[in-house]
């Protein structure tokens, strides 16, 4: 059960406090938490982790990110191994930023990206001393961005609610997002009031339906201002699904910082 502690004495601004394998995973009560962003994940077994008033089952290959100073516990369900990671830095009070979430995050391995073999990996260089220190910040500051990337967590997609529910109205929004009228509309298609499916959305989306459809519809107005230079800014709030481009404007400036036209001569600038 090896246990690695500061892999690097530099100053760093992401870097690992500890990192181990093979752990053979008994009960933890933590009253105030941890004082590091703690990665705790299912090499083999079950286990059960309660934050939050949430209980969230980590099974092979599934992990959580749990926030410093956050009261939880967790438990084995059988005989469970567990990788860990707890995270520390010079700009630890930013990590939020980088994760885009100050909740506990969720997220397992996949094709693209293996938590799991990030440990392995970075264990072995630091054994090997083939480790260097901005080398291991920068491979910090990945494992957080891939973490970041899914937030909207892979482990509660197998949830049954969001199967029955939420599935099907994210991919209605992501290839019907110009032409929904109302999030009515959403809920009458799957026979549910919309009551009911903003408060599925804010439980496992973390936001609501109306949120999700804007920010599906301003991203493909970038896409649009960047690509397709020759379309006015009023075609785009129509093609994007926006009822006038006055009211594209305002939500785009709201949400983005920027007009259309600023955002578009913004990005002209910055490849130039």
């Not at 105030?32 to 934050?51: A, D, F, K, R």
């Not at 969230?56 to 939880?72: A, D, K, T, W």
């Not at 785009?236 to 785009?252: D, H, K, Y």
Request: hydrophobic share 35%; with cysteine.
């Amino acid at each position: 059960m090896p246990i690695y502690f500061q892999l690097s004495t530099s100053p760093l601004p992401i870097t690992l406090e500890s990192v181990g394998q093979h752990w053979e995973q008994v009960s933890i009560q933590r009253q105030h938490g941890y004082p590091c962003y703690h990665w705790l994940q299912t090499e083999s077994g079950s286990g059960e982790v309660l934050i939050n008033d949430r209980q969230v089952i980590l099974r092979q290959g599934e992990g959580i990110l749990i926030p410093p100073f956050v009261s939880h516990a967790y438990y084995p369900l059988d005989k469970w191994v567990t990788k860990f990671a707890t995270f520390e830095g010079e700009i630890k009070e930013s990590f939020h930023q980088i994760l885009q979430s100050n909740a506990f995050i969720t997220a397992m391995d996949t094709v693209e990206f293996s938590f799991s073999d990030w440990i392995d990996q970075i264990i072995s260089r630091h054994i090997n001393q083939q480790l260097k220190p901005i080398e291991l910040s920068q491979q910090c500051y990945s494992f957080f961005l891939h973490l970041s990337q899914r937030n909207e967590t892979n482990i509660v997609s197998e949830h049954p609610l969001y199967k029955q529910y939420i599935a099907p109205i994210i991919v209605e929004i992501e290839t019907r997002y110009s032409e929904i009228t109302s999030i009515e509309e959403l809920a009458q298609s799957i026979y549910i009031s919309s009551q009911y499916l903003n408060r599925l959305f804010n439980r496992f989306v973390q936001k609501s339906p109306y949120q999700y459809l804007m920010t599906w519809r301003l991203n493909k107005a970038k896409e649009l201002l960047i690509n397709f230079p020759q379309l006015e800014v009023q075609q785009i709030s129509l093609r994007v699904g926006f009822q006038s481009p006055s009211q594209f404007i305002a939500m785009f400036k709201q949400n983005v910082g920027y007009t259309p036209n600023q955002f578009r001569r913004l990005y002209r600038a910055t490849q130039n």
